[in-house]
């Protein structure tokens, strides 16, 4: 009891350290920036610039008042409604003394000054209008790129380049709801390197101090700048306290670094980074994780490395490589963020030489993988490819004459992964598809007869399951066909053209046995409309599937007239054999049935605001002949508002139900709903389920978000709550929840 309440009582007061430790890392001020205008207001309440009837060119001076004592070549006076403009920059006062051999004014009393991006009232002011500085006392000031207002003792504008304050007030607030603002002995503005530094700087929400730093510097813009980033922060039943204090580094404008020191309070801190690079004819991004003496698992060293890059050379090459690696199959599961992430059990590493001619193209290929669970049986993990070559030839004349071409594919499978494969069947095969085609096309019709030949040759090591060299040579005979039918037709008021395309498809193979040949990278393709036209039901070369067999198929679109704009369409088709499919993967037997399940296809945006799609799988040869359903619908009325309805059943392979519901609804103009409920239907359990509340305003925002997820199919779940604050103009505090609805609710927009 004692322990679970010392415990709690560190969890406490890290959560204390770690708010404290954020205010600390308050760093990203954005000074610029756009928001919406459906929760900010145009209007700063900026006063309009006084009417000047006179055209100016540059370095012009204007100048007007009710009465003026005039000094030729000396120093005039101008009283009531006194008004200067020259350039960008006007000033209005009760009284303006100009210098005109200094090309200077002072201004006394209800000093207004305008300029590209300030607004400015004071008491007093002295202008060099030369050089467009300037000093005012006492000033109230509204920058009004970035909604910033306040007040400063002291301000120094030179135009365009600089603007320094003394004794600053500063919030992007407006005066009705100022939740925060800040105290500064001094802020200094470099517009020209779009940065900004201040000193002895306290920030108050509502009025209560929450932060001080003797310094800080932020930028005026979106450019890329080094510095702290926004703080994360979150709490988790596997984790504990999170908190991350990103830290950016822009090296060059073509390279970039993230260094990230991530803290958890029931296992350590971590430290992440990446860097990202771009160059003419290449890019790429390497990314690190390192947790040292993991306390929850045994005090073991836990990594994650990652490497990616793209490369062009010579005129039509490409080079791509990538490398993934993790120190233990538990990684995923206990700092993945979703259960596709926390059940990975494989992590590619590949890297690709190509090149493309003008007919052509050669891919050389060394493809292997990291098993992260070791537990898992060699006979079960994925055969590495060193190499496999490909290459690709098609005659260029589509569609005007003979058509022509050939497929090769070469490649050496071993599999070990660092085991002992002496029972494995490791070997070579190549692939040769030499084809020939000759399509013939009208306006509305189509027919498009081809013919290949399929060699495929193996050589293989330690088997004694198959000869060292069997091979297979098959014929492959192939019709397409289709006709395109449309008419005119009327639809709630509009003019639509619906198409009307039956198509025809005829494939055979003959039938061989291929029992003698291994399997080293085939499997079934999942069944969909695009399986309808298929000349191989199989993935990969090791198996050729005979068939004899016809497809029918038809499809609908509707196009609307005047935009061209397509609202839908309907597809449905099946397969019809005319005779059993003997070829088939071990252990899986001869296939009799006369036809395949039918498939159907919908989209349509008939609705205003309301899309809808969905595909069903129906099999007559079955008892319950619904093999596959999938049905979606989207209500998007507006950015920020949105509506997704999702049903997915299978039952071909596995048994999957569910339902998913996500949404973002406006509750009133500054407040919103999120969420998303992913329910699997029979084991009656949540996969996943959060919700939580946006609140947005020209100042400030605030998400707070819980979440309970599953995190392996064995039924752990994981549970947080995360949150997210931002101050607008100056900084935020949170975990990144504006990236993870955008993964999770499809249509997700927001101003943070």
Sequence with gaps: MQLIIMKLFINRLIVFLSVLLLTLNIYAAELGGE?????????????????????????????????????????????????????????????????????????????????????????????????GSGVFDDADYILVDSRGKGTAEKLFVDVGTLTEMEKVNYTTCDPEEKFWHLTADKISLDHENNWGKARNVLVKIKNIPVFYSPYMSFPLSKERKTGFLTPGYGVTNRMGVELRTPYYWNISPNMDATITPRFLSDTGVMAMGEYRYLFPRSAGEINFEYLPSDSTREDKHRNLFHITHHQSFADNGNLFFTYNRVSDKFYFGDFGNQLAQTSTRFLERRMDVSYNGNNWNLTTRLHD????DRSIAVSSRPYKRLPQILFNYASPNKYKQLNYGVKIDTVYFERGDDVSFSDNVNGARVSLRPYIKY????????????????????????????????????????????????????LMSHSFIQTLEPRLFYLYIPNEDQSDLPIFDTGLFDFSFDSLFRENRFSGNDRLGDANQVTLAITSHLINQQSGKNFGHVSLGQIFYMRDR???????????????????????????????????????????????????????????????????????????????ISFRWPIDRKWSAVGRWNYAVPEGRSLELFGGIEYESCCWALRAVGRRFLTDINGVFDTGIFLQLELKGLAGVGKKTVNFLKEQIPGYQSEF
Aim: charged content about 25%; proline content about 5%; glycine content about 4%.
């Design 369 to 372: 993988y990291q098993t992260v």
């Design 582 to 660: 003997k070829v088939n993967l071990p252990n899986n037997g001869v296939r009799d049935e006369a036809s395949s399940a039918i498939i159907a296809e919908i989209s349509a945006r008939i609705i205003k605001n309301w899309v809808f799609g969905g595909d069903i799988q129906w099999d007559p040869n079955i008892s319950n002949g619904t093999e596959k359903i999938t049905a979606h619908a989207t209500y998007n009325p507006m950015p920020g508002k949105v509506l997704n309805l999702a049903y997915r059943v299978r039952r071909d392979t596995t048994d999957i139900e569910q339902s998913d």
């Design 35 to 131: 928001y919406s205008k459906l929760i900010c207001p145009l209007s700063l309440n900026v006063p309009e610039r006084p009417y000047v009837d006179t055209v100016l060119t540059d370095d012009d001076t204007h100048i007007s008042a009710d009465d003026a004592d005039l000094v030729e070549g000396g120093i005039s006076t101008l009283r009531g409604n006194a008004e200067i403009t020259r350039n960008s920059q006007q000033v209005t006062a009760d009284i303006i003394k100009y210098d005109q051999p200094n090309d200077s004014a002072k201004l006394d009393g209800n000093v207004n000054y305008w300029d590209e991006g300030l607004f400015l009232k004071s008491k007093k002011a002295n202008l060099k209008l030369e050089n």
């Design 439 to 490: 399509p013939i096309r009208t306006t509305a019709t189509y027919i498009e007869p081809k013919f290949s030949l399929d060699y495929t040759q193996y050589n293989l090591d330690n088997t004694t399951l198959f000869s060292d060299n069997p091979s297979r040579v098959l014929p492959i005979f192939s019709v397409n066909s289709g006709i395109f039918l449309e008419r005119e037709t009327k």
